[in-house]
């Protein structure tokens, strides 16, 4: 069929034509935007998932409905590249300099930017030769300890937000990449912030992993924070992920084709829409059949193998492969660090800086302790795809 016309969206972060199964994620975290226009408090929302279920997509969304309840957004991303000061502080300054054009908040906005120097100071961060155009605030947000400077930095931007009456939220992806110092540090500030009821929430989206950092940190974390778990969709939402969007097309689906697609992808997210797309650009006419869905395995395999899944490979180095091809030789499914060590033919202990480092790159995650999953659905079968016959010994 007209590939133009295709409906589907396969990619990272790009929005599927259905965001099935997800309404209630949504719908709580509008009802947590809402207390916070009405001064009310309310848990941050922080969105815990493996790769390819959706997470990014559910955080622009939950961004653009705060933007709808005017609030104003400060997104960024995280990665191994910055630290969380780096990333913050464009978005916080471009946030202040607005604000400081409401004329309630012109001195809140000014002290705050005041803070902002000095945090910047106090850290010795360098963001792209940022200027802020103003004197620091000597004793404020300028020890050096981001823990002390950062509750001190987003007080000062919330206390901006109340004067200007335009609440703030800051988002954050991939949050497993920030240090335990600076998670720590994020709840400290929201802590803060709530007790004194201002206008400021955190949104937040990561790896399975970002519960344990958050338990680490501060055993208040459970209070300020709820934890949604997005995973594989529920069936009758994949299938309306699938069939829907054909359907807008005048398109239809062979309830066999449907099916093989759910077996295939396991229900997630990223790859429905990948079988999906693959399936109606081999299709011959309205009428979406199984066999289409056949042929079109071996193109979605081929695109899945040079996008979503080898640039995650080619980030890891010869011991950290083979580590993840003889977990792959386990299967899918969370298994012991010794069970991946037996394989090997090491000990335990001898692979566990690699195992420590694969976590921190957010390849696998431990569910449970001693335990090891991939973090990717479906990347045990690309490893035996890359590293075909291994011999590990």
Not at 110 to 137: P, Q
Not at 312 to 328: D, G, I
Request: proline share 6%; charged share 25%.
């Amino acid at each position: 069929m007209d590939p133009v016309r295709n409906p589907y969206a396969p990619g990272a972060g790009s929005p599927p034509p259905e965001l099935a199964g997800r309404q209630d994620v949504i719908a709580n975290a509008q009802v947590a935007l809402r207390r916070l226009a009405a001064r009310r408090p309310s848990q941050s929302p922080i969105l815990v998932g493996l790769r390819g279920v959706g997470k990014t997509v559910l955080l622009v969304r939950i961004k653009h409905l705060a933007e709808e309840e005017h609030i104003r957004a400060i997104y960024i991303e995280a990665h191994e590249g910055k630290t969380l000061p780096e990333l913050l502080v464009p978005g916080i300054r471009q946030t202040l300099f607005a604000l400081s054009l409401v004329e309630n908040a012109k001195d809140k906005a000014r002290r705050a930017l005041m803070v902002l120097k000095s945090f910047l100071s106090g850290l010795k961060v360098t963001v792209n030769d940022i200027e802020i155009g103003i004197d620091a605030e000597v004793g404020t947000a300028d020890s050096g300890d981001m823990e002390a400077d950062l509750p001190e930095l987003l007080m000062a931007l919330a206390e901006a937000a109340q004067a200007s009456k335009t609440p703030v939220a800051i988002f954050i992806d991939e949050m497993q990449y920030l240090s335990e110092k600076e998670f720590s540090s994020l709840i400290m500030s929201i802590h803060r912030i709530n007790q004194n009821s201002l206008p400021l929430i955190l949104v937040g989206a990561g790896l399975p992993q970002i519960l344990g950092l958050a338990g680490n940190s501060k055993s208040y974390a459970e209070r300020l924070f709820s934890y949604p778990k997005i995973g594989a969709l529920a069936e009758q939402d994949a299938v309306n992920a699938i069939v829907t969007p054909a359907a807008t097309e005048g398109v239809r689906f062979e309830p066999a084709a449907v099916q093989q697609i759910l077996t295939v992808t396991k229900r997630y997210p990223y790859f429905l829409q990948q079988w999906a797309y693959e399936a109606w650009n081999i299709a011959g006419d309205d009428l979406i059949r199984a066999r289409d869905v056949v042929q079109a395995h071996n193109n979605a395999i081929a695109t899945l193998d040079e996008s979503f899944f080898r640039v995650r490979f080619e980030r890891c180095t010869p011991s950290e492969k083979k580590y993840m091809r003889a977990l792959a030789e386990l299967g899918s499914g969370s298994f012991r660090s010794g069970d991946v060590a037996d394989i090997l033919g090491v000990k335990t202990t001898s692979i566990a800086p690699t195992r420590g480092n694969l976590i921190k790159k957010g390849m696998i995650y431990s569910p449970a302790h001693g335990d090891t999953e991939f973090t990717v659905p479906m990347f045990d079968e690309y490893m035996k795809r890359a590293m075909p016959n291994y011999k590990f010994r």
